[in-house]
């Protein structure tokens, strides 16, 4: 049961959830929110527009372009995330990260803990403002403060 639950939650580089799975739900509510509300005065405008004779434009948005777009932005930070955790920013920031990502984590887990987070926003918006005020903290400590990316999990394995 050790194994299972080791391989479901903990160090990035074997298990399916680790402790950053928090920031990406907490990074989805922020960046969940702000593509909602970017593409719903986009598409208000182009319907308005284009189509003056069309009904609101709220009945037509659809949560499938902003899924797409979250999804998006969500598999491009763990492109960009893979690249750093193998050096290319340099050694400190190799360091850092503490080694790459089990494949799992990075292409389903994570990507849907950004996914979470949207319809988190979408549903309670008034989570949005306090999720990115934990967010910038959880940012601002895990950075600034613990000396890499899996301090967390060490002090509580110990």
């Not at 494949?103 to 918006?125: K, Q, T």
């Not at 895990?142 to 890499?148: C, E, G, R, S, T």
Request: glycine share 6%.
């Amino acid at each position: 049961m050790d194994a299972i639950w080791s391989t479901i939650f903990g160090v990035k580089t074997s298990a399916v959830l680790d402790a950053w799975s928090i920031e990406h739900i907490l990074s989805g509510i922020s960046v969940g929110s702000t593509v909602k509300h970017h593409n719903h005065r986009e598409l208000s405008r182009v319907v308005t527009r284009s189509h003056p004779h069309l009904p609101r434009p709220d009945s037509h948005h659809s949560w499938r372009f902003d899924l797409l777009i979250v999804l998006g932005l969500a598999y491009a930070w763990e492109t960009l995330e893979h690249y750093l955790e193998t050096g290319l920013a340099g050694p400190a920031v190799e360091y850092w990260f503490q080694g790459v990502e089990y494949w799992p984590n990075r292409l389903i887990a994570d990507p849907l803990m950004m996914v979470v987070g949207y319809e988190i926003a979408r549903r309670w918006p008034q989570a949005v403002w306090p999720a990115r005020a934990l967010s910038l903290a959880w940012l601002f400590v895990h950075i600034a403060i613990f000396p890499h990316s899996m301090y967390l999990h060490e002090v509580f394995a110990a």
